[in-house]
């Protein structure tokens, strides 16, 4: 049997370990065997924990700062950045940008090992973060391969329970069919590779989207039936009791399973780069995506999971209800594991200006958009701003002299607006948000502090603080340093998420008012939970009978509850919208000080064209290794 020299992934400073110790306990480079390391469920384990250290954390990947939101929703003021080369179109340099966690890092791949390559094996103290999404896949890709093999094929774990074998390879097939997924979100259909490929091989690009996903979907059914409920209820689970909560589950893989069917199932995916119409869904697809998703909503009935309260929303996202507890709360179903303490107080501090927090919490801000927030955080009766400046739906409250009344609960949950108290108590003339902007020269402190020369951070009139701790009414600032006593994390999936994505898949395939013959839960009634629990009406009946007019409340309700959450690129793409001017355009909201006048200004126009800008090339070397790999559309 072939020996190999078995690699310890050591990641300094993890928000979750997932006591990664009690498994990597084996010498680091000691020289083993695969049988050394596929006959016990520790030993085993310990392989399999290499793959949850693969998953690209999107926030907190780059070195010094964070550039994660590349859809409409965010603006930063450095069009050399990852976001700015997909403002700009550029997205070669998108995938040459060793600062961005979509980087593929493919000089690793193909022989180089420059120091500005983010991977797992790299030493260099000064780009330490974990691969990119596209070589960080294919590692995971190939890990999972081994593990199915090394257990399943060649029964190689003969010191192990049946449940023992059962979980390592559970978390085989969800991974490999995850860092597919991965990989297919931005670039597109991909070759699903299922063996552990060596000396010479050629993968072929497959004709569609969906024939992927499928193979996908089998590893995913799989998944499904081999990872328990939860493990500490699990005899192998006791090894780290009460620190089970990162691990993959049964939810966990109900959930990414519906995902993976409803994203085929999206009119980009439909459409094949051929033609795109943003109401045309894969409806056999659809159906398939919402029974997954039953399965994870039932384990929610049972007690599993569990939709955080108003009150408590803040748990989900940074405020952990103990000392030591994980945040995702009730809702947690998967994240990559985090970074050092100084990365995630960066990424909780990224949409808030360094003038307010401290000089060394953060570097560049993403400002959130005037376009994002205008068109989709709507008003106290439920309704978007256009909804209820049409008067179709009853008295409309949205006064555009003052912009910041009226609005939607969840817009001053995570939102600073100009005048907002920052810190009552402290003895500062700064401590309320001061966003407003008359001129290159006339800005508010907060828009633009320059007492320590400090560059333009805020550009729209508008900060966001879903991640960015507040406490006793006071916002974590340099009077009030409290940013360090909390950990800030964006999941991968989370409950609301599921609700979200069962509701769009439930319309596209059934309409709003007809739930499944499995579950006792309309489209319409799943929105309304979440529009419950802010404190805003139902849906309108009169958009709930209008299909496409449901689908555009649907998204908007998307947009809203997972805002700055990372969804909203693939969102957009996937609904064919990004090559609209609505979605190109990125505005601010500038206003004087005595806000006597509020105006639009644009930011910049994306380019953005159908199908060119919908995914990401692949590096030209990828595509001349051999016959059958073409280029996406435009490259």
Same mark, same amino acid.
């Given at each position: ?50 793959? =949850? ?52 890092? =493919? ?391 599921? =609700? ?136």
């Amino acid at each position: 049997m072939k020996s190999f020299t078995k690699k310890i992934i050591i990641i300094l400073g993890l928000v979750f370990t997932f006591s990664c110790e009690d498994y990597l306990d084996v010498t680091p480079d000691a020289l083993i065997t695969e049988e050394d390391v596929f006959s016990t469920f520790k030993n085993a384990q310990g392989f399999v924990e290499e793959m =949850y250290a693969l998953v690209v954390s999107y926030e907190q990947q780059g070195h010094t700062f964070q550039d994660f939101l590349l859809g409409d929703d965010g603006f930063v003021d450095r069009p050399t950045k990852a976001s700015g080369d997909i403002d700009a179109g550029r997205f070669n340099d998108v995938i040459r940008d060793n600062f961005v966690y979509l980087n593929n890092h =493919y000089n690793s791949i193909y022989g180089s090992t420059g120091n500005n390559s983010a991977n797992v094996e790299n030493n260099n103290s000064f780009n330490k973060q974990r691969p990119g999404v596209y070589d960080g896949s294919l590692r995971g890709i190939r890990k999972a391969n081994i593990v199915i093999k090394n257990v399943e094929e060649l029964d190689l774990m003969v010191n192990a329970t049946q449940a023992e074998k059962d979980v390592i390879l559970g978390q085989a097939y969800f991974f490999r069919a995850f860092f597919h997924n991965e990989i297919m979100k931005f670039w597109g259909r991909y070759p699903y590779v299922d063996a552990v490929l060596t000396d010479d091989f050629e993968l072929q690009r497959p004709e569609t989207y969906k024939e992927v996903a499928l193979r996908a979907n089998d590893d995913y059914q799989r998944a499904v039936e081999l990872l328990p409920v939860n493990w500490d209820n699990e005899s192998y689970g006791q090894l780290t009791l009460g620190e089970n909560m990162g691990r993959l589950t049964k939810g966990t893989a109900y959930a990414f399973q519906g995902k993976n069917l409803l994203l085929a199932a999206s009119p980009l995916m439909k459409g094949n780069n051929v033609s795109i119409n943003t109401y045309d869904y894969d409806t056999e697809l659809a159906e398939m995506a919402v029974e997954a998703f039953v399965g994870i909503l039932k384990l929610a009935d049972q007690g599993r999971y569990r939709l955080a309260t108003w009150n408590n929303y803040d748990e989900v996202f940074w405020k952990s209800p103990a000392p030591g507890a994980w945040p995702g709360s009730t809702e947690f179903i998967f994240s990559a594991t985090g970074g050092s303490q100084g990365q995630t107080t960066r990424f909780m501090a990224s949409g808030v200006n360094r003038a307010i927090h401290t000089n060394s919490a953060g570097y560049e801000v993403i400002s959130p958009t005037h376009n994002f927030i205008h068109n989709n955080f709507g008003m106290a009766n439920g309704l978007s701003i256009e909804d209820d400046l049409s008067g179709d739906y009853g008295p409309t409250l949205f006064d555009p002299s003052r912009p910041f009344e009226n609005r939607d609960p969840r817009f001053y949950k995570w939102h600073i607006i100009d005048g907002d108290v920052i810190d009552p108590g402290a003895d500062d003339p700064h401590k309320t948000a001061q966003l407003w902007f008359e001129g290159p020269t006339l800005k508010g402190v907060h828009r633009s502090d320059n007492r320590e020369n400090i560059k333009i951070l805020n550009n729209t009139g508008y900060m966001w603080t879903k991640f960015f701790p507040k406490v006793d009414g006071k916002y974590h600032t340099r009077w009030n340093p409290i940013i360090s006593q909390y950990v800030g994390v964006r999941m991968h999936m989370r409950l609301t998420d599921v =609700y979200l994505m069962y509701a769009e898949a439930l319309h596209a395939s059934r309409g709003a008012n007809i739930s499944p013959s499995s579950y006792n839960l309309t489209a319409q009634g799943a929105i309304n939970l979440l529009r419950t629990r802010a404190g805003i009406p139902n849906v309108d009946v009169n958009i709930v009978g209008d299909n496409n007019k449901f689908m555009d409340e649907l998204r908007r309700e998307r947009a809203v509850e997972l805002s700055y959450e990372a969804h909203r690129w693939v969102d957009i793409r996937r609904w064919g919208l990004a090559h609209l001017d609505k979605y190109k355009r990125k505005l601010a909201l500038n206003f004087p000080k005595n806000r006597s006048s509020f105006t639009e200004a644009l930011l910049v126009e994306r380019i953005c064209e159908f199908p060119k800008h919908y995914w990401l090339p692949f590096p030209v070397e990828q595509t001349r290794i051999y016959p059958g790999f073409p280029q996406n559309p435009g490259w």
